[in-house]
């Protein structure tokens, strides 16, 4: 079993930046992806951004493209959502997920875990 945590979640304005942070503990099995997801209220959980093992493979939802950079620390089992220029339909919870085959997916059926999720919410 794989846990995963995320963190760096708050209330910021329009604008602003905020840092995801998402930590993998257990039975981490290597190599494999990993994808920020969201989900909005009344609104399906879509994909954001996803990052494979090496860190050299990644992909963005077009939303958030130029917006947000995703990266990852290996060595910490670690992956990072950096939000720039936040808007308010950004508001929502933001959900971290392993892809035990290191691909880079885009569909919410690929992931094998899932963290619990941290709200962002964007004031305008």
């Known amino acids: 079993q794989v846990q995963l945590v995320e963190s760096g979640g708050g209330l910021v304005q329009a604008g602003e930046s905020l840092r995801l942070s998402c930590s993998a503990s257990?039975?981490?099995?290597?190599?494999?992806?990993m994808g920020w997801f969201r989900q909005a209220p009344g609104k399906e959980r879509e994909f954001v951004a996803v990052v494979n093992w090496s860190g050299r493979g990644i992909n963005y939802a077009d939303s958030v493209k130029g917006r947000f950079t995703i990266s990852r620390d290996s060595a910490k089992n670690t992956v990072y959502l950096q939000m720039n220029s936040l808007k308010p339909e950004d508001t929502a919870v933001y959900y971290c997920?392993?892809?035990?085959?290191?691909?880079?997916?885009?569909?919410?059926?690929?992931?094998?875990?899932w963290g619990q999720g941290t709200q962002v919410t964007v004031s305008s």
């Open positions: 997920a392993a892809d035990t085959l290191n691909r880079l997916p885009t569909a919410k059926t690929s992931y094998d875990y």
């Open positions: 257990g039975r981490t099995l290597r190599p494999y992806a």
